[in-house]
């Protein structure tokens, strides 16, 4: 007969309570994020940036209106924001705006452009191959060494590599010149655009091979590496994260009550939000949703889903533990609690 575990009897053992303990610190996080210009440096196959209606907005470059929307935001609750496309690093005086109100954030950079120290976010540069890959799919010579240039010994920055369906075996040439230089990295999953078709998305076999490539590399980098299995397991499961999990973000989420349904909202450029529109990544196929931000918020909300014994509940602790390692500063990863594929609980 199956244990039926008390939320105290898990915290029993003292290595899940330590953890439990350190983690939940941070759980007055509230986030948004916030299109700071539809400017790029760069034009990337699959981007999720110039699909939709919010590529074409004026953007509001007036950092008097940028200071007004965080002092709103701020006294609305928000803590933490993500600043994003096209390219952030492209107004690095709203940027300043935005910490100087917010200092809690992180920016979704292509790295090509060096964003001021003076800007004390985190920085998550975007990886999506191989120097051959990156010239093919984002039309930008010898990508990676000039992100490193920029962005070795920077505290600020988290490499984040993006498999796609076409570029996994790539990570072996990539990971060993980002822990040669001593840069922590990090991985996502490429989630199809609406009505995107191209060879970049994934199918059940890349899903598959993939997982066996990231745990490859999460045993040969473990002090580069910021992950854990049960993120590997979450994020290349058959099943999106909705599926999963049901996502948390108001696009799909019509609670307007309580969580993120109720406190999350993605500015455009002009300053304008839509909630029938608003999540994480805006324009990315629900469906076909493996990012790695938008599990950030999805997997890290189902707490109690996962308080159900001690190994579950591990599983969880660590994706909590590698998220804030990601996108917080100054929170340093812990040794993953659980060296094993845990399956996600069901949603009933």
Not at 154 to 180: G, K
Not at 260 to 269: D, E, N
Not at 280 to 285: A, I, N
Request: hydrophobic share 35%; charged share 25%; aromatic share 12%.
């Amino acid at each position: 007969m199956q244990k039926h575990w008390k939320f105290s009897d898990i915290l029993s053992d003292p290595v899940i309570r330590s953890r439990w303990q350190r983690v939940k610190k941070y759980f007055f996080l509230r986030e948004s994020t916030y299109d700071m210009t539809n400017r790029c440096n760069i034009r990337c196959e699959g981007c999720y940036f110039f699909e939709g209606d919010k590529q074409f907005v004026t953007e509001n470059n007036d950092a008097d209106a940028w200071q007004d929307l965080m002092v709103k935001e701020k006294e609305r609750g928000i803590t933490f924001v993500v600043l994003a496309g096209a390219e952030p690093a492209l107004v690095p005086e709203l940027l300043q705006t935005c910490y100087r109100n917010i200092p809690l954030g992180a920016i979704a950079s292509n790295g090509l452009k060096f964003i001021p120290e003076s800007v004390g976010y985190r920085i998550h540069i975007s990886v999506w191959g191989n120097d051959r890959t990156s010239q093919a799919v984002r039309r930008a010579d010898h990508m990676l060494e000039k992100q490193i240039k920029n962005y070795k010994n920077d505290p600020r920055a988290v490499f984040v590599y993006t498999f796609t369906s076409s570029n996994i075996d790539e990570i072996r040439d990539v990971a060993p010149i980002l822990a040669e230089n001593g840069c922590p990295f990090t991985f996502n999953m490429f989630s199809a655009p609406v009505g995107y078709n191209g060879d970049l998305r994934h199918t059940r076999q890349t899903l598959t091979k993939t997982r066996d490539v990231m745990l490859e590399m999460l045993e040969t980098y473990p002090e580069h590496l910021l992950f854990s299995h049960y993120n590997i397991l979450a994020h290349t499961h058959r099943m999106g994260l909705h599926d999963l999990f049901q996502c948390s973000y108001p696009r799909m989420n019509p609670h307007e009550d309580v969580g993120l349904g109720k406190t999350f909202r993605q500015y455009r450029a002009d300053l304008t939000w839509d909630r029938s529109a608003a999540c994480c990544v805006p324009d990315t196929d629900c469906a076909d949703c493996r990012h790695y931000a938008a599990g950030s918020a999805v997997v890290t909300a189902r707490l109690f889903r996962h308080a159900t014994d001690p190994e579950t509940f591990k599983a969880w602790l660590d994706y909590v533990d590698t998220y804030l390692a990601v996108w917080v500063m100054g929170y340093e990863k812990g040794e993953n609690l659980s060296l094993k594929f845990v399956e996600p609980p069901s949603r009933i």
